[in-house]
Protein backbone atom coordinates (compact mmCIF):
# COMPACT_ATOMS: atom_id res chain seq x y z
CA UNK A 1 0.00 0.00 0.00
CA UNK A 2 2.74 2.64 1.08
CA UNK A 3 3.97 1.65 -2.68
CA UNK A 4 1.29 2.52 -4.11
CA UNK A 5 0.81 5.72 -2.09
CA UNK A 6 4.29 6.85 -3.18
CA UNK A 7 3.69 6.29 -6.87
CA UNK A 8 0.73 8.37 -6.61
CA UNK A 9 3.03 11.05 -5.04
CA UNK A 10 4.99 10.67 -8.22
CA UNK A 11 2.73 10.41 -10.89
CA UNK A 12 1.30 13.45 -8.89
CA UNK A 13 3.94 15.34 -8.32
CA UNK A 14 4.24 17.49 -12.07
CA UNK A 15 1.02 19.46 -11.14
CA UNK A 16 1.13 22.54 -9.35
CA UNK A 17 1.30 26.02 -10.10
CA UNK A 18 3.15 27.74 -12.99
CA UNK A 19 5.16 31.16 -13.47
CA UNK A 20 2.34 32.72 -14.39
CA UNK A 21 0.06 31.42 -11.42
CA UNK A 22 3.33 32.54 -9.22
CA UNK A 23 2.80 35.87 -10.68
CA UNK A 24 -1.15 35.61 -10.15
CA UNK A 25 -0.52 34.95 -6.37
CA UNK A 26 2.13 37.40 -6.00
CA UNK A 27 -0.35 40.16 -7.50
CA UNK A 28 -2.89 39.25 -4.84
CA UNK A 29 -0.70 39.87 -2.23
CA UNK A 30 0.29 43.51 -3.34
CA UNK A 31 -3.09 44.26 -3.91
CA UNK A 32 -4.20 42.99 -0.22
CA UNK A 33 -1.35 44.89 1.42
CA UNK A 34 -1.67 47.80 -0.73
CA UNK A 35 -3.00 50.98 0.63
CA UNK A 36 -6.25 50.97 -0.61
CA UNK A 37 -6.65 48.16 1.43
CA UNK A 38 -6.02 49.97 4.51
CA UNK A 39 -4.70 47.13 6.37
CA UNK A 40 -7.68 45.04 6.28
CA UNK A 41 -9.13 46.23 9.27
CA UNK A 42 -12.15 48.86 10.64
CA UNK A 43 -10.81 52.55 10.29
CA UNK A 44 -12.36 53.28 6.62
CA UNK A 45 -13.94 49.71 5.85
CA UNK A 46 -10.54 48.12 4.88
CA UNK A 47 -12.03 44.45 5.86
CA UNK A 48 -14.86 45.30 3.71
CA UNK A 49 -12.95 45.95 0.82
CA UNK A 50 -9.97 42.94 0.97
CA UNK A 51 -14.06 41.01 1.28
CA UNK A 52 -15.56 42.34 -1.93
CA UNK A 53 -12.03 41.69 -3.54
CA UNK A 54 -12.09 37.94 -2.24
CA UNK A 55 -15.71 37.34 -3.12
CA UNK A 56 -14.76 38.71 -6.39
CA UNK A 57 -11.79 35.93 -7.02
CA UNK A 58 -14.14 33.49 -6.12
CA UNK A 59 -16.67 34.21 -8.83
CA UNK A 60 -13.96 34.61 -11.39
CA UNK A 61 -12.53 31.24 -10.28
CA UNK A 62 -16.10 30.04 -10.14
CA UNK A 63 -16.86 29.04 -6.82
CA UNK A 64 -20.59 27.86 -5.26
CA UNK A 65 -21.87 29.68 -2.80
CA UNK A 66 -23.85 28.08 -0.29
CA UNK A 67 -26.08 30.52 -0.08
CA UNK A 68 -27.42 33.63 -2.26
CA UNK A 69 -24.26 35.18 -1.74
CA UNK A 70 -20.31 34.17 -0.38
CA UNK A 71 -20.90 36.38 2.80
CA UNK A 72 -21.45 35.09 6.09
CA UNK A 73 -21.98 38.18 8.25
CA UNK A 74 -21.72 38.59 12.08
CA UNK A 75 -21.03 41.82 14.44
CA UNK A 76 -17.80 42.72 16.58
CA UNK A 77 -17.11 45.37 18.57
CA UNK A 78 -13.24 47.12 17.67
CA UNK A 79 -11.70 50.16 19.30
CA UNK A 80 -9.89 51.98 16.24
CA UNK A 81 -8.05 55.23 15.68
CA UNK A 82 -8.99 56.58 12.83
CA UNK A 83 -7.57 60.34 13.25
CA UNK A 84 -4.88 62.26 15.12
CA UNK A 85 -2.41 60.40 15.85
CA UNK A 86 0.61 62.73 18.14
CA UNK A 87 3.36 61.67 20.47
CA UNK A 88 5.77 64.22 20.57
CA UNK A 89 8.60 64.13 23.93
CA UNK A 90 9.82 68.04 24.51
CA UNK A 91 8.60 68.79 21.26
CA UNK A 92 10.32 66.30 19.22
CA UNK A 93 7.12 64.54 17.37
CA UNK A 94 8.00 60.72 16.79
CA UNK A 95 7.11 58.43 14.04
CA UNK A 96 3.78 56.01 14.11
CA UNK A 97 4.94 52.43 13.97
CA UNK A 98 8.64 53.22 13.74
CA UNK A 99 8.94 54.94 16.84
CA UNK A 100 5.57 53.54 18.60
CA UNK A 101 2.60 52.00 18.72
CA UNK A 102 -0.27 52.93 20.71
CA UNK A 103 -2.02 50.39 23.12
CA UNK A 104 -4.95 48.99 21.25
CA UNK A 105 -7.25 49.59 24.30
CA UNK A 106 -6.50 53.33 24.34
CA UNK A 107 -9.04 55.78 24.84
CA UNK A 108 -8.69 59.50 23.56
CA UNK A 109 -6.24 61.89 25.03
CA UNK A 110 -5.23 65.06 24.29
CA UNK A 111 -2.85 67.46 26.22
CA UNK A 112 0.48 68.68 27.37
CA UNK A 113 1.44 66.54 30.63
CA UNK A 114 5.19 66.02 32.93
CA UNK A 115 6.71 63.10 33.20
CA UNK A 116 7.66 60.62 36.22
CA UNK A 117 9.90 57.66 35.51
CA UNK A 118 10.40 54.43 37.50
CA UNK A 119 13.08 51.60 35.87
CA UNK A 120 10.99 48.55 35.47
CA UNK A 121 13.03 46.60 38.31
CA UNK A 122 12.18 49.26 40.51
CA UNK A 123 8.24 48.31 40.05
CA UNK A 124 8.92 45.01 42.52
CA UNK A 125 9.77 47.61 45.46
CA UNK A 126 6.96 48.37 46.90
CA UNK A 127 8.08 52.07 48.32
CA UNK A 128 9.16 52.83 44.82
CA UNK A 129 6.05 51.66 43.58
CA UNK A 130 3.64 53.41 46.04
CA UNK A 131 5.90 56.37 45.68
CA UNK A 132 5.64 56.81 41.76
CA UNK A 133 1.73 56.10 41.55
CA UNK A 134 1.42 59.20 44.47
CA UNK A 135 3.36 61.42 42.26
CA UNK A 136 1.82 60.27 38.68
CA UNK A 137 -1.14 62.80 39.36
CA UNK A 138 -1.14 64.48 36.23
CA UNK A 139 1.70 63.10 34.59
CA UNK A 140 2.76 60.78 32.09
CA UNK A 141 4.28 57.66 33.80
CA UNK A 142 7.11 56.32 31.97
CA UNK A 143 8.51 52.85 32.72
CA UNK A 144 12.41 52.50 31.52
CA UNK A 145 12.35 48.51 30.77
CA UNK A 146 15.74 48.80 29.08
CA UNK A 147 18.35 46.88 30.80
CA UNK A 148 15.74 45.36 33.10
CA UNK A 149 17.17 42.81 35.21
CA UNK A 150 14.11 40.82 35.83
CA UNK A 151 15.01 37.12 34.58
CA UNK A 152 12.81 34.96 36.57
CA UNK A 153 9.77 34.14 35.07
CA UNK A 154 7.17 34.09 38.24
CA UNK A 155 8.93 37.49 38.17
CA UNK A 156 8.32 38.64 35.15
CA UNK A 157 4.65 37.95 35.44
CA UNK A 158 4.66 39.99 38.50
CA UNK A 159 5.69 42.64 36.75
CA UNK A 160 3.14 42.70 34.07
CA UNK A 161 0.43 42.46 36.30
CA UNK A 162 2.20 45.60 37.78
CA UNK A 163 2.33 47.17 34.44
CA UNK A 164 -1.18 46.30 33.61
CA UNK A 165 -2.28 47.90 36.89
CA UNK A 166 -0.84 51.29 36.39
CA UNK A 167 -1.82 51.42 32.73
CA UNK A 168 -5.46 50.55 32.92
CA UNK A 169 -6.81 51.04 36.33
CA UNK A 170 -8.23 54.14 36.60
CA UNK A 171 -7.42 54.62 40.52
CA UNK A 172 -3.64 55.36 39.69
CA UNK A 173 -3.73 59.41 38.90
CA UNK A 174 -1.51 59.26 35.93
CA UNK A 175 -2.95 60.48 32.92
CA UNK A 176 -1.15 57.91 30.47
CA UNK A 177 1.61 55.93 30.75
CA UNK A 178 4.57 54.68 28.27
CA UNK A 179 6.55 51.66 28.30
CA UNK A 180 10.21 52.55 27.18
CA UNK A 181 11.78 49.82 25.43
CA UNK A 182 14.36 48.14 22.51
CA UNK A 183 11.78 45.81 21.62
CA UNK A 184 10.39 45.06 17.95
CA UNK A 185 7.29 47.04 18.18
CA UNK A 186 4.16 44.19 17.34
CA UNK A 187 0.91 46.28 17.41
CA UNK A 188 -2.29 44.26 18.03
CA UNK A 189 -6.43 44.91 18.22
CA UNK A 190 -8.65 45.40 20.57
CA UNK A 191 -12.68 44.68 21.11
CA UNK A 192 -12.88 46.91 24.11
CA UNK A 193 -11.57 50.17 24.74
CA UNK A 194 -10.08 51.13 28.59
CA UNK A 195 -10.51 54.84 30.47
CA UNK A 196 -6.45 55.47 29.59
CA UNK A 197 -4.15 55.80 27.06
CA UNK A 198 -0.63 54.21 26.74
CA UNK A 199 2.39 53.74 24.27
CA UNK A 200 5.23 51.64 23.89
CA UNK A 201 8.18 53.47 22.24
CA UNK A 202 11.30 52.45 20.81
CA UNK A 203 13.53 55.07 20.02
CA UNK A 204 17.13 55.76 21.23
CA UNK A 205 16.59 58.46 23.74
CA UNK A 206 17.32 58.89 27.59
CA UNK A 207 13.74 58.84 29.12
CA UNK A 208 15.01 60.59 32.69
CA UNK A 209 15.52 63.94 29.67
CA UNK A 210 11.82 63.83 28.50
CA UNK A 211 10.61 66.66 30.42
CA UNK A 212 6.86 66.99 28.65
CA UNK A 213 5.28 64.41 26.58
CA UNK A 214 2.78 66.15 24.19
CA UNK A 215 -0.52 63.78 22.83
CA UNK A 216 -2.94 63.92 20.23
CA UNK A 217 -4.67 60.81 20.27
CA UNK A 218 -8.47 60.09 18.66
CA UNK A 219 -9.85 56.60 19.84
CA UNK A 220 -13.31 55.62 18.46
CA UNK A 221 -15.10 52.76 19.71
CA UNK A 222 -17.34 51.29 17.29
CA UNK A 223 -19.67 48.08 16.85
CA UNK A 224 -19.61 46.77 12.94
CA UNK A 225 -20.58 43.89 11.00
CA UNK A 226 -18.19 41.84 9.34
CA UNK A 227 -17.97 38.56 7.71
CA UNK A 228 -16.47 35.38 6.34
CA UNK A 229 -16.39 34.68 2.83
CA UNK A 230 -17.09 31.69 2.07
CA UNK A 231 -16.84 29.07 -1.41
CA UNK A 232 -16.96 25.51 -2.46
CA UNK A 233 -16.09 23.19 -5.45
CA UNK A 234 -17.88 20.23 -5.26
CA UNK A 235 -16.22 16.75 -5.17
CA UNK A 236 -16.75 14.33 -8.12
CA UNK A 237 -17.00 11.30 -6.54
CA UNK A 238 -17.77 11.86 -2.78
CA UNK A 239 -19.75 15.31 -2.84
CA UNK A 240 -20.88 15.32 1.25
CA UNK A 241 -17.39 14.74 2.40
CA UNK A 242 -15.48 18.08 2.55
CA UNK A 243 -11.91 19.25 2.73
CA UNK A 244 -11.36 22.63 4.06
CA UNK A 245 -8.45 24.77 2.97
CA UNK A 246 -9.02 28.44 5.54
CA UNK A 247 -7.12 31.62 6.28
CA UNK A 248 -7.92 34.58 7.97
CA UNK A 249 -7.94 38.10 5.47
CA UNK A 250 -8.56 40.52 8.20
CA UNK A 251 -5.36 42.59 9.52
CA UNK A 252 -4.79 45.56 11.85
CA UNK A 253 -5.62 48.70 10.14
CA UNK A 254 -4.50 51.83 10.54
CA UNK A 255 -2.89 54.18 13.71
CA UNK A 256 -4.18 56.98 12.59
CA UNK A 257 -5.61 59.03 9.57
CA UNK A 258 -1.73 57.75 7.90
CA UNK A 259 -0.07 55.14 9.20
CA UNK A 260 -1.69 51.56 8.44
CA UNK A 261 -0.19 47.71 8.78
CA UNK A 262 0.15 46.40 5.34
CA UNK A 263 0.04 42.65 6.48
CA UNK A 264 1.58 41.24 3.36
CA UNK A 265 2.55 37.69 5.05
CA UNK A 266 -0.06 37.84 7.89
CA UNK A 267 -2.33 37.13 5.88
CA UNK A 268 -2.16 38.39 2.69
CA UNK A 269 -0.14 35.27 1.93
CA UNK A 270 -2.32 33.19 3.41
CA UNK A 271 -5.37 34.15 0.99
CA UNK A 272 -3.37 33.91 -1.83
CA UNK A 273 -2.18 30.39 -1.08
CA UNK A 274 -5.97 29.73 -0.95
CA UNK A 275 -7.08 31.37 -3.80
CA UNK A 276 -4.11 29.31 -6.15
CA UNK A 277 -5.36 26.34 -4.45
CA UNK A 278 -8.98 27.23 -5.62
CA UNK A 279 -7.89 28.18 -8.76
CA UNK A 280 -6.16 24.92 -9.29
CA UNK A 281 -9.06 22.74 -8.13
CA UNK A 282 -11.58 23.96 -10.33
CA UNK A 283 -9.37 23.20 -13.17
CA UNK A 284 -8.94 19.64 -11.38
CA UNK A 285 -12.05 18.64 -9.32
CA UNK A 286 -11.11 16.50 -6.52
CA UNK A 287 -12.92 13.26 -5.39
CA UNK A 288 -14.63 15.18 -2.12
CA UNK A 289 -16.08 18.61 -2.26
CA UNK A 290 -13.32 21.25 -0.87
CA UNK A 291 -14.53 24.55 0.99
CA UNK A 292 -12.47 28.16 1.11
CA UNK A 293 -12.93 29.90 3.85
CA UNK A 294 -11.26 33.39 4.14
CA UNK A 295 -11.90 33.97 7.78
CA UNK A 296 -12.70 37.51 9.31
CA UNK A 297 -11.40 38.85 12.54
CA UNK A 298 -9.00 36.77 13.30
CA UNK A 299 -6.68 39.20 15.05
CA UNK A 300 -9.69 40.23 17.65
CA UNK A 301 -9.40 37.19 18.85
CA UNK A 302 -10.39 34.33 16.31
CA UNK A 303 -13.61 36.16 16.01
CA UNK A 304 -14.09 34.65 12.43
CA UNK A 305 -14.01 31.29 13.09
CA UNK A 306 -15.85 31.16 16.63
CA UNK A 307 -18.87 32.64 14.42
CA UNK A 308 -18.43 29.89 12.00
CA UNK A 309 -18.39 27.10 14.01
CA UNK A 310 -21.00 28.33 16.15
CA UNK A 311 -23.02 28.96 12.64
CA UNK A 312 -21.51 25.90 10.31
CA UNK A 313 -23.07 25.81 6.45
CA UNK A 314 -22.66 22.12 6.74
CA UNK A 315 -22.05 19.49 9.41
CA UNK A 316 -18.19 19.59 10.63
CA UNK A 317 -18.64 16.26 10.92
CA UNK A 318 -18.25 16.09 7.36
CA UNK A 319 -14.88 17.66 7.08
CA UNK A 320 -12.23 14.76 5.56
CA UNK A 321 -9.67 17.15 6.60
CA UNK A 322 -9.00 21.05 7.37
CA UNK A 323 -5.64 23.29 6.69
CA UNK A 324 -5.62 26.26 7.74
CA UNK A 325 -3.16 28.86 6.05
CA UNK A 326 -1.24 31.59 7.60
CA UNK A 327 2.01 33.40 6.79
CA UNK A 328 2.75 31.65 3.91
CA UNK A 329 5.08 34.28 2.18
CA UNK A 330 8.73 32.94 3.43
CA UNK A 331 9.96 29.53 3.73
CA UNK A 332 13.25 29.71 4.08
CA UNK A 333 13.50 27.00 6.20
CA UNK A 334 10.59 25.30 5.58
CA UNK A 335 7.14 25.28 7.05
CA UNK A 336 5.78 24.43 10.79
CA UNK A 337 2.63 22.00 10.75
CA UNK A 338 1.00 22.59 14.39
CA UNK A 339 -1.22 19.47 15.76
CA UNK A 340 1.48 17.35 13.75
CA UNK A 341 1.94 15.78 16.86
CA UNK A 342 -1.89 15.03 17.01
CA UNK A 343 -2.55 13.98 13.66
CA UNK A 344 0.52 12.16 12.84
CA UNK A 345 -0.56 9.73 10.49
CA UNK A 346 -1.15 13.00 8.18
CA UNK A 347 2.04 14.30 9.05
CA UNK A 348 3.83 11.57 8.43
CA UNK A 349 2.43 11.72 4.89
CA UNK A 350 2.88 15.36 4.06
CA UNK A 351 6.63 14.81 5.36
CA UNK A 352 6.77 11.59 3.25
CA UNK A 353 5.78 13.35 -0.15
CA UNK A 354 7.81 16.05 0.55
CA UNK A 355 10.89 13.77 1.21
CA UNK A 356 9.94 12.44 -1.85
CA UNK A 357 9.88 15.19 -3.94
CA UNK A 358 11.94 17.78 -2.43
CA UNK A 359 9.42 20.80 -2.75
CA UNK A 360 10.57 22.78 0.11
CA UNK A 361 13.31 22.31 2.82
CA UNK A 362 11.46 20.92 5.58
CA UNK A 363 8.05 20.11 7.55
CA UNK A 364 8.45 20.35 10.78
CA UNK A 365 6.16 19.34 13.59
CA UNK A 366 4.32 20.96 16.29
CA UNK A 367 2.16 19.93 19.11
CA UNK A 368 -1.07 21.00 19.49
CA UNK A 369 -1.66 25.00 20.06
CA UNK A 370 -4.54 27.14 20.05
CA UNK A 371 -2.72 30.05 18.10
CA UNK A 372 -5.12 30.73 15.17
CA UNK A 373 -8.49 29.82 13.32
CA UNK A 374 -7.88 25.91 13.27
CA UNK A 375 -8.26 25.67 16.73
CA UNK A 376 -11.94 26.82 16.86
CA UNK A 377 -12.07 23.62 14.55
CA UNK A 378 -9.97 21.35 16.09
CA UNK A 379 -11.80 22.25 19.57
CA UNK A 380 -15.22 20.52 17.83
CA UNK A 381 -13.26 17.58 16.95
CA UNK A 382 -12.17 18.29 13.47
CA UNK A 383 -8.87 16.95 12.33
CA UNK A 384 -6.44 19.61 11.31
CA UNK A 385 -3.58 21.44 10.43
CA UNK A 386 -2.13 24.87 11.18
CA UNK A 387 0.41 25.56 9.08
CA UNK A 388 2.98 28.59 8.81
CA UNK A 389 6.57 29.21 6.55
CA UNK A 390 9.59 29.43 8.69
CA UNK A 391 12.61 31.35 8.68
CA UNK A 392 13.23 34.55 6.00
CA UNK A 393 12.02 38.21 7.10
CA UNK A 394 10.82 38.87 11.03
CA UNK A 395 8.09 41.82 9.80
CA UNK A 396 5.31 40.50 12.14
CA UNK A 397 2.27 43.11 12.78
CA UNK A 398 4.27 45.81 12.00
CA UNK A 399 4.76 48.34 9.15
CA UNK A 400 7.71 46.15 7.63
CA UNK A 401 4.64 43.61 6.93
CA UNK A 402 5.17 45.13 3.39
CA UNK A 403 4.76 43.03 -0.61
CA UNK A 404 8.28 44.76 -1.57
CA UNK A 405 9.86 42.80 0.94
CA UNK A 406 8.30 39.75 0.66
CA UNK A 407 10.38 36.89 -0.87
CA UNK A 408 8.14 34.37 -1.71
CA UNK A 409 10.64 31.76 -1.04
CA UNK A 410 8.95 28.57 -1.15
CA UNK A 411 5.56 29.43 -2.55
CA UNK A 412 5.00 27.54 -5.44
CA UNK A 413 6.70 24.15 -3.90
CA UNK A 414 4.43 24.72 -0.95
CA UNK A 415 1.11 24.66 -3.15
CA UNK A 416 2.77 21.82 -4.71
CA UNK A 417 2.96 19.70 -1.68
CA UNK A 418 -0.14 21.03 -0.44
CA UNK A 419 -1.84 19.34 -3.94
CA UNK A 420 -0.05 16.72 -3.51
CA UNK A 421 -1.30 15.89 -0.32
CA UNK A 422 -4.58 16.78 -0.52
CA UNK A 423 -4.95 14.78 -3.52
CA UNK A 424 -3.63 11.54 -1.09
CA UNK A 425 -6.41 12.06 1.18
Request: proline residues 4%; charged residues 25%.
Amino acid sequence: MKKLVLLFIIITSCFGLSAQDLNDAKEIVKTLSSPEFKGRGYVGNGHKIAAKYISKQYAEIGLKSFGKNYFQPFEINANTFPSKMELLFNGEELIPGENYIIDPKSASLKGEFPTVVIREQDLMDKTKFADVVENSLGKVLIIDEIKSDIKDKEDKKKIKKLIDYLKYNPDVPSVATIIYTDKKLTWGGSTIQKQKTSFIVNKELNPESINEVSINVKAKFIKCETQNVVGYIEGTEKPDSFLVMLGHYDHLGKMGSKMYIPGANDNASGISMLLSLAKYYKENPHKYSIVFISLAAEEMGILGAKHYVANPLFDLNQIRFLVNFDMAGTGDEGIKVVNGTVFRKEYDLLNEINKENNYIPSVNIRGESCNSDHCMFHQQGVPSFFIYTMGGIQAYHDIYDRFETLPFTAFKGYSELMINFFDTL
